[in-house]
């Protein structure tokens, strides 16, 4: 009996709880109450903390990093980036290997000056060599690419042809030659140091020639002047070379 009694007045207990419960809610709801604030439960853990931190601002972490590798890869572009003094365009009729173009380069460097004041000499070199009667699209390809250089590049004076390029670069426009004179051709000391032996051989009968200035538009651009000058200078003392 008195066990009964207790669960009768346990059961009465969590009626009279549900019943003000009830009325409490419907003062709330009426407005002659206020409603009570909801209890503001606080991280105390540090990973409660941690987890908390994520929840809310894990798009601003994801937006930070973004933007830190964005201005990392800004940065070393920005620092690893070459300035050229001057521009080779490789123009023939026989294919041309990546690696020769590179071995070009360092060859035409020594004989080049420091155009853009910066202590250091580098020149680019322009691979639009192709193979003559290839696949029609690379021809077409390669041509605008050489009509891009032509139109684009202020540093680009120099151009190594064969006789077949020649003639079409020097006659590409109406009444108006492309190149001052013939040029000269390259020797025994250019094939040594530029030619790998154990690949492909570099087409012979080779020459370089310089662009001209003038009616091109370019008279009055300080970059392409100075690399005008610089082409002609490189022409020169190539010409003391065997």
């Known amino acids: 009996m008195p066990d009964e009694k207790k669960h009768e007045s346990e059961t009465l207990s969590q009626q009279r709880k549900a019943r003000e419960g009830f009325i409490e809610l419907k003062k709330m709801q009426s407005g002659e109450i206020k409603e009570l604030p909801t209890p503001e439960l606080k991280p105390e853990t540090i990973e409660e903390k941690a987890d908390n931190f994520w929840y809310y601002y894990r798009w601003w972490v994801f937006a930070a990093i973004f933007i830190v590798i964005v201005v990392a890869i800004t940065v070393k572009q920005c620092v690893s980036r070459v300035n050229y003094d001057l521009s080779v365009t490789v123009y023939t009729a026989s294919p041309v290997g990546d690696k020769d173009c590179k071995r070009i380069s360092k060859y035409f460097e020594k004989f080049s000056d420091d155009v853009n004041g910066d202590k250091e000499i580098h020149v680019r070199v322009f691979n639009c060599s192709y193979t003559e009667g290839g696949n029609r699209q690379v021809l077409l390809a390669n041509n605008t690419k050489i009509q891009s250089i032509l139109a684009a590049e202020y540093d680009a004076f120099l151009f190594i042809t064969d006789d077949k390029t020649y003639e079409y670069l020097n006659n590409i426009s109406d009444n108006v030659s492309l190149f001052?004179?013939?040029?000269?051709?390259?020797?025994?000391?250019?094939?040594?140091?530029?030619?790998?032996?154990?690949?492909?051989?570099?087409?012979?009968?080779?020459?370089?020639?310089?662009?001209?200035?003038?009616?091109?538009?370019?008279?009055?651009?300080?970059?392409?002047?100075?690399?005008?000058?610089?082409?002609?200078?490189?022409?020169?003392?190539?010409?003391?070379?065997d």
């Open 180 to 241: 001052e004179g013939e040029g000269i051709m390259l020797g025994s000391d250019f094939y040594g140091e530029c030619e790998d032996d154990d690949l492909f051989k570099l087409p012979q009968k080779l020459r370089l020639s310089r662009r001209v200035l003038s009616k091109t538009g370019m008279t009055d651009n300080k970059k392409a002047t100075a690399c005008y000058k610089a082409a002609g200078e490189l022409l020169n003392r190539l010409r003391k070379v």
